[in-house]
């Protein structure tokens, strides 16, 4: 029991990629788009926490062939970001990105997460 007390405390206590990305967002476009970004986090948060409520998570998971092909795309997905930051060199931390994300980019992290 104290060790899921502890790894429970700290799942808690280190930010995700939502708060992350959240400070970001906010320190380099302003309160306004933060809070646009925030708000795209809430809805994406509540569509998968519906997903697993309704049952959706379950019926695709248990697919063995669903259940495949998306362990494929994630595992794709982590390796073309890997390439990408392995390759990037010193323009990684000085990336300019030309808009925020907005509603639609928080949606989009909170269902990818």
Not at 49 to 76: D, K, N, Q, W
């Amino acid at each position: 029991m104290a060790s899921f007390v502890l790894a429970v405390f700290f799942l808690i206590v280190t930010p995700g990629p939502g708060v992350l990305s959240l400070a970001g967002v906010g320190s380099a476009f302003g309160h306004s788009q933060g809070l646009r970004y925030l708000a795209g986090l809430f809805v994406g948060t509540n569509l998968v926490c519906l997903a697993v409520i309704s049952g959706l998570a379950a019926l695709v998971l248990a697919e063995p062939r669903i259940r495949v092909v998306l362990t494929m795309a994630s595992a794709a997905y982590l390796l073309w970001l890997a390439f990408r930051i392995a390759f990037a060199g010193t323009r990684v931390a000085f990336i300019e990105q030309p808009s925020p994300p907005g509603i639609r980019g928080g949606i989009l992290l909170q269902a990818v997460n």
